[in-house]
């Protein structure tokens, strides 16, 4: 997960090395960067960061990304496999070029192994669904012909329903 399964644009590659190095620590790449339905100019990069000390890290990506504290949402997560409930933050960033967006979850260091372990499952998904998700990725974002809430709702059904056989418990503070 440290490497991306799909090439993403060159100045995201300079961007997530930077980043890397700014924050001493490994970048995990997940979701649709990893798959096949991965749409170079609109699919947004996700990255997990792990830490000891979040506090400290958001204050070094405030700085590194030029954001203040509140661009940062706090959120719980019920892992679909285990039950058990994760805290982190995650904010969604644009590049000033506009040709690349991440959206990074910030993680305590002691929930990793259980963290990657449920980003791993829709990582590796059966093809039909990534074929699928990438029909309807191409109908909302090339053709627009998709409203945004069916996309999202068809989207999470593909990735919550159809991988976990449930739907996800996810909540933005």
Not at 33 to 58: E, G, H, M, W
Not at 78 to 97: A, C, M, N
Not at 98 to 110: C, G
Request: charged share 30%; hydrophobic share 35%.
């Amino acid at each position: 997960m440290e490497k991306t399964k799909n090439k993403m644009p060159n100045n995201a590659k300079i961007f997530f090395k930077r980043l890397k190095n700014y924050l001493d620590t490994n970048l995990y790449y997940y979701g649709s960067i990893q798959r096949y339905d991965y749409l170079p100019k609109f699919s947004d990069i996700d990255v997990a960061i792990f830490c000891d000390n979040i506090d400290s890290t958001i204050s070094k990506l405030q700085t590194f990304l030029n954001v203040n504290k509140n661009s940062f949402k706090k959120f719980i997560h019920r892992l679909p496999r285990t039950g058990k409930v994760i805290y982190g933050q995650k904010i969604k960033y644009v590049d000033p070029y506009k040709t690349f967006t991440v959206e990074m979850a910030i993680y305590d260091e002691k929930q990793k192994q259980e963290v990657l372990m449920e980003k791993k499952t829709k990582n590796n998904i059966p093809f039909y669904i990534s074929f699928f998700l990438y029909i309807i990725k191409f109908l909302y974002y090339e053709l627009r012909i998709l409203p945004f809430k069916l996309f999202f709702k068809i989207k999470k059904y593909c990735l919550n329903e159809l991988i976990e056989g449930k739907d996800t418990e996810y909540v933005i503070l």
